[in-house]
């Protein structure tokens, strides 16, 4: 199962990417196993995630192509 990641902020900065592809991850809390393992710096930031544009709380499991996005707070003017 594939699944589409954004990344927003400060977490693309740190992965060097806005944008991944993963494969055999299966729900909101394994994504974010996943991620932390590959970008250790990940552990240190807070992040809401969406998944199809929606908010979630708690773990979720995702579905073949869903579009995931991890974003951090920020503050606009």
Known sequence: MKIKVLLFGILAEKAGTAEMEVDNIDSSNALTDHLTEKFHSFADYKFRISV?????????????????????????G
């Open 52 to 76: 199809n544009q929606t908010f979630i709380n708690g773990n979720m499991k995702f579905q073949e192509g869903d579009e995931v996005a991890l974003l951090p707070p920020f503050a606009g």
